[in-house]
């Protein structure tokens, strides 16, 4: 079965700057995918491409097999919504929401019919006579989304549509969104720049750096087993250790002097350096039950977080964060402490040097 | 000490705007000796040359308008869209014709569309219309195009452009439903504006012979005493009442202070 979208081997240079490089990706059919990376790795750039707005360098765009490279925005009948909401400011909520179909040549009844439909579908059935200018960030945006909805787009593409709204808005308006997204089986691209909205939403992210997609996969595959070093860093929060390869067939290595067993055989000659990488959670303090490497250490910092303390302990010649659970009749140990974390061979990322 | 300057500053401007003013009404005012009436504002109204050549230059007020929100709304918002690197430069060309005085523009036409030409505008009087529209254009062109050009600048162009786009818009329906409505404002300032400078220009209209109010206004100077000041006034009315309706309009219209 072929891929509802596909992308392949997209270019785009301004100039002289390649901005967007060798591009490839298959999406699915109601599947939901998060471009995520750092500002200006190409995002946006991307996003407009498979709009149309951005004329691309090299590559080709293809839905449900249809070569849409050559098509104006109009006539690719793909749904937008926008950082800015670029709600029209004349036109009423109602009016705003049909104006897709209305363009089209619909008939007055069924616009009205999908209008209300819609309306009910962001939970706004009451503001459809207000202005943009009436109503709230978050309600402007869900407006721009049913907008974008209404026509039935073969696809939708949202470029960073939560980050003008504030902290809890952008959660609840983030959960939403992804439920119309599944209620409708809308296939979808999400662009951010926000991990964690990637994360919690996606089926699949993909990580953009340089113009490159760096690496495609679920949220569980990026976060546990990034591809890169850049992935790595970037998706989630990381304890990196710089190790010193001792026996790359049995998997052994050196961390400040101490020697550890990996799981399996590295791709590395002795000798080479190595970086190695634990996300807070794998880490623990004290020894546990199978977590067979321990590595003395000092508490450096203790931040009480409610329900998490987050610890900063000096150990294998890093800093090293680890969160632990808060527990009512334990408080959490003093600066200054010895201390001893201890963590499990398998969770360890290997970086590469 | 400041504000005492500016108070004077302002009594001075007000003096000099406003005693030629009021000295003209009065006078407009004083046809009946002994007494103040309306004699001079009845004579000229009952005029059939006022009523004339007046209709005449409404009339073409109206075409200049529309010609001229044709051609600048799409021509500044291509501007803006896609070449704003060119800004600059148009922005100079239609400065042009503030510092180009309208009797060398006007000879300019003559010489380009007289009956001898390729294009033999001045041959007919409807061509000779369209000529006089095209002139009227040019002169309100400094106003219509900066009034357009801010109206487009409290709008974002580019991404209600996109958004429209996306919903399968074409261009002209982008421009009349999505562009046009958002800067009518600025748009109906300069239509406003363009209607003043219509109804009061004279050296186009006497150049090309034809019928309007300021030839007219120019005659009637040179022949009566009371009725000339009686029109002064009423074009001075007419002008200030397209000020007053700028004014109306942007306070009438709220979704367009509140959108940004
Ligand atoms: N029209 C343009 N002309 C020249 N360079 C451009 C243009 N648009 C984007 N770029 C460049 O292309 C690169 C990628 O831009 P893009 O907007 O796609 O980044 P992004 O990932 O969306 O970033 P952000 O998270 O900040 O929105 C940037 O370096 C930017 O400067
Ligand atoms: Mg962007």
């Given at each position: 079965m072929t891929a509802y979208l596909e992308i392949s081997r997209l270019e785009k240079s301004f100039g002289t700057v390649?901005?967007?490089?060798d591009f490839t990706l298959a999406i699915d059919r109601g599947e939901f995918v998060s471009l995520l990376g750092p500002s200006g790795c190409g995002k946006t750039t991307v996003l407009r491409i498979i709009a149309g707005f951005e004329a691309l360098t090299g590559g080709a765009i293809r839905i449900e097999a249809q070569d849409v490279t050559r098509l104006r925005p109009s006539q690719r009948n793909i749904g937008m919504v926008f950082q800015s909401y670029a709600?029209?400011?004349?036109?009423?909520v109602a009016q705003n929401v049909g104006f897709g179909l209305r363009v089209k040549g619909a008939p007055r009844g069924e616009i009205d019919a999908r209008v209300a439909e819609m309306l009910a579908l962001i939970g706004l059935p009451d503001l459809g006579s207000r202005y943009p200018y009436q109503l709230s960030g978050g309600q402007q945006q869900r407006v721009a989304l049913a907008r974008a909805l209404a026509p039935r787009p073969r696809m939708l593409l949202l470029d960073e549509p939560l980050s003008a709204l504030d902290a809890k808005v952008r959660v609840s308006l983030r959960n939403e969104i992804r439920a119309i997204q599944r209620e409708l089986g809308i296939t979808t691209i999400f662009v951010t720049h926000d991990q964690e909205e990637a994360l919690s939403m996606s089926d699949r992210i993909v990580v953009m750096n340089g113009g490159i997609a760096e690496q495609v996969g679920t949220p569980f595959e990026v976060y546990n087993r990034p591809a890169t070093r850049f992935v790595a860093n970037f998706v989630g929060s990381l304890n990196t250790f710089e190790a010193r390869v001792e026996d790359p067939a049995a998997g052994r290595v050196a961390v400040a002097g101490t020697a550890l067993q990996l799981a399996g055989p590295l791709d590395a000659a002795r000798g080479a350096a190595l970086g190695l990488a634990l996300r807070p959670e794998a880490v623990h303090l004290g020894r546990q039950p199978g977590r067979e490497i321990v590595l003395p250490g000092r508490i450096e910092e203790v931040a009480f977080h409610g329900s998490v303390i987050r610890l900063r302990v000096a150990a294998g010649g890093a800093q090293v964060a680890l969160d632990t659970f808060n527990r009512p009749d334990t408080p959490p140990p003093p600066i200054g402490a010895s201390t001893e974390i201890s963590f499990s061979a398998r969770d360890v990322i290997v970086l590469g040097a | 000490m400041m504000r005492i300057l500016a108070w004077a500053a302002f009594l001075l401007g007000s003096l000099i705007f406003v005693a030629p003013l009021l000295g003209m009404t009065e006078f407009s005012l004083s046809m009946r000796r002994g007494v103040y009436s309306l004699d001079a504002y009845r004579s000229v109204l009952a005029d059939p040359q006022f009523q004339e050549t007046f209709l005449y230059s409404v009339v073409m007020a109206l075409f200049t308008i529309v010609f001229g929100v044709m051609l600048v709304v799409p021509t500044a918002y291509w501007v803006r869209l896609r070449m704003p690197g060119l800004r600059p430069v148009v922005e100079f060309l239609t400065l042009l014709p503030l510092v180009i005085p309208a009797i060398v523009l006007v000879f300019g036409y003559i010489r380009l569309y007289n009956t001898s030409s390729f294009l033999p505008l001045t041959g007919s009087a409807t061509g000779t219309n369209i000529l006089l529209m095209f002139g009227y254009a040019t002169l309100s062109l400094p106003y219509m195009y900066r009034a357009v050009d801010t109206g487009l600048r409290t709008i974002d162009v580019g991404t209600l452009t996109e958004a429209a786009q996306s919903l399968g818009a074409g261009w002209v329906t982008i421009l009349a439903r999505v562009i046009l409505p958002n800067i009518l404002v600025a748009v109906l300032s300069g239509a406003f504006l363009t209607f003043a400078i219509v109804m009061g220009e004279f050296t186009m209209a006497a150049l090309l012979n034809r019928p309007a109010f300021g030839p007219y206004l120019q005659i009637v100077g040179a022949n009566k005493a009371y009725e000339p000041a009686a029109l002064a006034v009423i074009a001075f009315g007419i002008t200030w009442a397209c000020m007053g309706l700028i004014q109306l309009v942007t306070r009438l219209s709220p979704h367009m202070r509140a959108s940004r």
């Open positions: 390649r901005v967007v490089r709600l029209f400011p004349n036109l009423t | -």
